[in-house]
């Protein structure tokens, strides 16, 4: 069975388009304003009725609020919420309650540490992804889409998880090679500026991804 793949952070009909032609599993619609990846909900939700049928929606969000998970859920109907902030168990259990998605609970590493964390979770989130977590040095550093990678030998014997962090077309396949990752999760790295997606790097990272092992 070939690696799933998930594009993230699309914002325009041809990136999506890109996405859904060249066999995304996922798409990744960001309802973070200061991202560059932003898409408000009405917008939003023109773009997932061109994936709707074809792939699963992902809305990801960074410690929202009910009434914007509320407004969401019912403009977007995503298949999945995908919570990258500081949400706790007892949030996460809340937030699937609320709009009766499953969710993927992100955990952002920069040590072992930050793997064993991710304990808290499993019980109460549907998928674990495992992102870089930005290192105090960086300016202006978003919860996720810097472009940075983490560690790859601390996730040794995890399995069923989604791998996102400094992934790109040149290195995905060596990442799922070394982590066993049967899920991977790109934005940055098919972007030629933040927030602009690349039509040839999105056909690219979904063919190397799909071919890896």
């Known amino acids: 069975m070939s690696v799933q793949v998930k594009i993230c952070g699309l914002s325009t009909p041809d990136s999506m388009e890109a996405a859904l032609a060249h066999g995304a599993d996922y798409v990744g619609l960001n309802f973070f304003p200061p991202s560059p990846r932003y898409v408000t909900p009405a ?37 999945y919420i995908q919570l990258h902030g500081s949400e706790t168990p007892e949030r996460v259990s809340a937030i699937k309650a609320l709009t009766g998605k499953p969710v993927i609970k992100v955990i952002k590493v920069g040590g072992p540490e930050d793997v064993g964390r991710a304990t808290d979770f499993v019980d109460v989130a ?11 040095s960086l300016k202006n550093a978003l919860p996720g889409g810097n472009g940075i990678p983490f560690d790859w030998s601390l996730l040794e014997g995890k399995r069923g998880f989604m791998l996102s962090g400094g992934l790109s077309p040149g290195n ?18 098919v972007e030629s500026t933040p927030g602009k997606k690349e039509i040839n790097l999105i056909a690219k990272f979904i063919e190397a991804a799909k071919a890896a092992r």
Do not use: H, Q, Y
């Open 43 to 79: 917008k939003a939700a023109s773009l997932a009725a061109m994936a709707r049928g074809r792939t699963k929606i992902v809305a990801l969000v960074v410690d929202a609020d009910d009434a914007l998970l509320k407004d969401i859920a019912d403009a977007v109907k995503p298949d």
């Open 126 to 136: 549907d998928l674990l992804l495992f992102d870089t977590k930005a290192p105090a």
């Open 172 to 189: 995905v396949a060596e990442a799922i090679r070394v982590t066993g990752a049967p899920m991977v999760d790109v934005s940055s790295g």
